[in-house]
C-alpha cells in the first residue's frame, strides 16, 4: 500500500515512515511542505495520505486545506489528518463531502502502533477513522440537547454508539468490548431504531450517517 | 462628538424646537437657583478649611471639603456632557485609598486640578450664575411681558418699569409685550447658546488645556499596570502548570525508562508493565500540554483566525449557539487573541450563569467612526448579568481596555443579555 507522508518535524516524520515501514506500508514520499504535498498528492496517486495539519510555509492549515483540495480534485482520495489538537470545526469540513475515506486522529494516537495502522487501512479502505474526543466533543453536545434521543439508549448502546462513530467496523466493537459481533449487531439495529436512521449493512456509510446524525445542527 | 440636536439649537421640527428652547430655559432656571449658593458654599468652606490648616482642624476638614468640591465639579461635568455634549475631563490625581488625613490633605493641595476647582467657584458664582440665569431670563421675562399686557398692569405698582418701558396703562403695557416680543424672537437662538456658554466657561477654567491629555496619560498608565499585572500572573500559573504537570511526568517517565533498562533481563513482566505506565506518563503529559497551549494561543486561532476559533469554540459549548462573522481580513495578532478571550469568557459565562438555551454571536468590522472590530454574544437566559467586581465580566473589560476596547453589558432581569464589545483595529 502506497502512501505519501506530510509532516514538518523531523523526528515525527522518520518516526511515522519508520513505523508504517514496519508495517509493510510502501512511502511514496515524505514531504515537509504544503506546496510538496499538493505535488506529491497530485503525481504519485497514492493509496491513502497520512497528513499533518499545519505545515509550512505558512504554519497555519495548510495540510487540511491541500488534503481538502485534493479530495475536490479526485473524491474519495483517502486522507488521514493528523493534529496536535482535533477541532470538530476541522471534522465537519472533512466529513462534508460524504464520501468517506477520511480520518482525523490526534498526534497521540501513533503511541499505540496497531490501532494507528488499524485506523490508517480503515481509511486506506474508504472508511472512516474519527478520533475518540471528536466523538465525544459531539456525544456531549448532543447529550445536552432538549429532546434528548440520546437519552434513550443504554448505556451499553453508547459505548457501542461512540465506538461505531469512530469508524470502528461491528467486528473490531465486538473485539473491543468482548462480546460476540452478533451482539453487537443488535445493539447497532436498536441504535439506528432509536435515532431514527436508516439501517445500511455497508459499514463505511453506516459511520457516515451517525456522524452526519450526531453532527447536525439542533 | 457634539450632540448639538439635542439643545435645541440644531434644526428639528417647530415642535421639538419650541421643547428643546423651553427645556434649556427651564434648565439655566434650575442651574442658577443651585450655582448661587452651591458655589458661595464650596467656595467658602474652601477657604475657612484651607485657612485652619496651620491650626491643625484643617487637616482634618479640608479632604472632605474638597472631596465635596469635587463632587459638585464633576456633577457640572455630568450636566455638561448630558445637556450640551460639552466634555469635560475630570483629572484628579488618584490618591492612596489608606492614606492618612494628612497625606490626603497635602496630596489634594498639590494637585493643579484642585486649584483650578477653587479658581473656578469664584467664576461660577459671578460668571456662570449670570450666564444660567439670562439663558432663563430670555424665555420667562418676555412671558412676563405678555402677562403684563394681558392685565398683570393692573396690579404692578405704579411706575413699574419693564425694560425701558415705562408701565402705567394699558397702552405701555402692550409696549411692555411688544419689547418681550421682541425679545422673544432672540430667545431660541440665544438661550440654548447661553447655556452651552455657561458650560464652556466651566471647561474653560476647569481643563489645564492638558485636561485630556492628562486623562489620557491616567488611562494609559491604568490600564498598562492592568496589562502587566495579568501577564505577570498568567506566566506564572503558566510556569506552576508545567511544572507540576508535564515536567513531572517527563521525569517520571525517565525514571520508569532507567528501571526498564535495569528489569529488561531480570523481571520482563514487570518491565512491561512500566513500560506501559510510562506511555500512559507521555500521553498524560501531552494532554496537559495541550490545555495549556490552548489556554495561552489556541491553534485554531493561529491557523484560522478569529472568525474560524470562534466558530471552533462555539462547537465545543452545550449550548447551540449560532455564530455570524465579517470579516474581510485578519485581525493583529494581539486583538485577535485578546478578542478571543473575550469573547471566550463571556461565552463561558452565559453557559454557566444564564440558563438560556441559545446563544448568538455575532462579529463584524466596519469603518464607521474609525475602524472598529465590534463584537456581541447574546443569549435567550434569564438576565441579571452585571459588570461587577469579581465578576467575569469586570476581567474582560480590564483586559480589553489594554487596547482601548469598552464592553458594555445590557441585561435586563428576565432577560436577554446582550453583552457587546467594541476594540478599535485595523484589518490586514
Known sequence: MRVVLAEDLFLLRDGLVRLLQAYDFEIAAAVETGPELARALAELEPDVAVVDVRLPPTHTDEGLQCALDARRDRPGLPVLVLSQHVEQLYARELLADGTGGVGYLLKDRVFDAEQFVDAVRRVAAGGTAMDPQVIQQLLSRRAADDNRPLGRLTPRELEVLELMAQGRSNAAIAEKLVVTERAIAKHTSNIFAKLGLEVSDDDNRRVLAVLAYLDQDR | MTTEAKNGSGSGNGGTRVRGVARAALRGLGLALVVLPGAVTCFVLSVVSIALIPVGVGIVTTPWVL??????????????????????????????????????????????????????????????????????????????????????????????????????????????????????????????????????????????????????????????????????????????????????????????????????????????????????????????????????????????????????????????????????????????????????????????????????????????????????????????????????????????????????????????????????????
Open chain 2, 67 to 428: 472631596t465635596g468640591v469635587r463632587a459638585y465639579a464633576d456633577w457640572r461635568r455630568v450636566l455638561a456632557a448630558e445637556w450640551c455634549g460639552v466634555p469635560i475631563p475630570s483629572a484628579y490625581r488618584p490618591l492612596p485609598k489608606d492614606a492618612n488625613p494628612w497625606t490626603r490633605t497635602f496630596g489634594m493641595l498639590r494637585d493643579p486640578a484642585t486649584w483650578r476647582d477653587l479658581w473656578w467657584l469664584p467664576v461660577d458664582m459671578t460668571a456662570g450664575f449670570v450666564t444660567a440665569l439670562l439663558s432663563a431670563a430670555l424665555l420667562f421675562y418676555p412671558l412676563e411681558g405678555f402677562a403684563v399686557a394681558a392685565g398683570l398692569w393692573r396690579v404692578l405698582p405704579d411706575g413699574y418699569w419693564y425694560g425701558f418701558v415705562h408701565v402705567t396703562d394699558q397702552a405701555s403695557a402692550f409696549g411692555a409685550a411688544t419689547l418681550g416680543l421682541a425679545l422673544l424672537f432672540f430667545t431660541p437662538f440665544l438661550t440654548p447658546r447661553l447655556l452651552e456658554g455657561h458650560f464652556r466657561l466651566a471647561r474653560a477654567v476647569l481643563t489645564s488645556g492638558q485636561g485630556e491629555l492628562a486623562e489620557r496619560v491616567r488611562v494609559l498608565t491604568e490600564t498598562r499596570r492592568d496589562a502587566v499585572d495579568t501577564s505577570a500572573a498568567e506566566l506564572r500559573r503558566i510556569e506552576r502548570d508545567l511544572h507540576d504537570g508535564a515536567q513531572a511526568r517527563l521525569v517520571a517517565m525517565g525514571m520508569d525508562l532507567g528501571t526498564i533498562e535495569v528489569l529488561v533481563e531480570k523481571d520482563p513482566e514487570q518491565a512491561k508493565r512500566l513500560l506501559a505506565q510510562a506511555r500512559q506518563s507521555s500521553a498524560e503529559a501531552l494532554t496537559e500540554l495541550r490545555e495549556l497551549v490552548r489556554g495561552i494561543h489556541p491553534p485554531v486561532l493561529a491557523e484560522r483566525g478569529l472568525g474560524d476559533a470562534v466558530r471552533a469554540l462555539a462547537l465545543r459549548l452545550p449550548v447551540a449557539t449560532e455564530v455570524s462573522v465579517e470579516l474581510p481580513g485578519r485581525v493583529d495578532a494581539p486583538v485577535e487573541s485578546a478578542a478571543y478571550f473575550a469573547v471566550s469568557e463571556v461565552l463561558t459565562n452565559a453557559v454557566k450563569h444564564s440558563g438560556a438555551d441559545r446563544i448568538w454571536v455575532d462579529l463584524h468590522h466596519t469603518d464607521e467612526g474609525g475602524a472598529v472590530l465590534r463584537i456581541s454574544v447574546t443569549d435567550n437566559g434569564r438576565g441579571g448579568a452585571a459588570i461587577g467586581a469579581g465578576s467575569g465580566l469586570a476581567g474582560v473589560e480590564r483586559r480589553l481596555g489594554t487596547f482601548d476596547g469598552v464592553l458594555a453589558v445590557s441585561s435586563p432581569a428576565g432577560g436577554p443579555t446582550m453583552v457587546t464589545m467594541e476594540i478599535p483595529c485595523a484589518l490586514s
